[in-house]
């Protein structure tokens, strides 16, 4: 097998999704390796997901920079650092500049809790209720300068039931999240899906 690539996994709070990668990349046949977890929130409990898992962790509070550009520019430095082939972010609460997301495109993914292009941004369980969709679910997708709207790479549909408030919905979306995300890494990583004219390309 060849050399696994190095992961990054930006996050800004609990890490459940970072777990998830975590988990996934102990198999030895996983062509990836978490190598580095950075927060912009020295509080975040991902924080300490990493550290019980044993990878490096990275604190880059956005505060103390001037502009969205010399953090995302610290950002790309720990990144550059620490030899990162892909990033993740996951539940990252941070807009990065079209600098940043130009460098590491093709080689950056998120995962979105809707059915991309439908809600993006914020509150989007509630998004969803308040439409009354009748399914939502969760994407996995490359990321690019526009917030929300790169190139889909994996998506997973979660009915959405009479009664369901955010969080219940969240919840059981969540578990979609937890299964696709490494999924979509493991296929990125291996060379399986590639960006390609602005497209998530099946080899």
């Known amino acids: 097998m060849s050399a696994r690539r190095r992961v990054a996994v930006l996050i800004s709070g609990r890490g459940s999704n970072l777990k998830a990668l975590i988990d996934a990349a102990r198999a030895s046949e996983y062509p990836a390796e978490i190598a580095l977890v950075v927060?912009?929130?020295?509080t975040a409990a991902g924080l300490d997901v990493a550290r019980e898992a044993g990878i490096a962790t990275r604190i880059v509070s956005h505060k103390v920079?001037?502009?969205r550009e010399e953090f995302d520019r610290a950002?790309?430095?720990a990144l550059t650092a620490a030899n990162i082939d892909l990033v993740c972010q996951a539940g990252f609460m941070r807009i990065q500049t079209e600098g940043f997301t130009r460098k590491w495109e093709g080689r950056m993914l998120n995962i979105h809790p809707s059915l991309l292009p439908a809600f993006k941004g914020i509150r989007v369980h509630q998004q969803a209720l308040d439409a009354g969709v009748k399914i939502s679910g969760c994407t996995v997708h490359f990321v690019v300068a526009e917030l929300d709207s790169g190139p889909i790479i994996a998506q997973a549909?979660?009915?959405v039931l009479p009664g369901d408030t955010a969080q219940t919905l969240?919840?059981?979306i969540l578990v979609e999240e937890h299964r696709i995300y490494p999924q979509a890494l493991r296929d990125?990583?291996?060379g399986r899906i590639m960006l390609r004219?602005?497209?998530a390309v099946l080899l």
């Open 39 to 42: 927060s912009n929130v020295e």
């Open 188 to 190: 990125v990583a291996a």
């Open 157 to 159: 549909a979660v009915p």
């Open 197 to 199: 004219d602005g497209r």
């Open 170 to 172: 969240a919840e059981r």
């Open 75 to 77: 950002i790309d430095a």
């Open 65 to 67: 920079f001037a502009s």
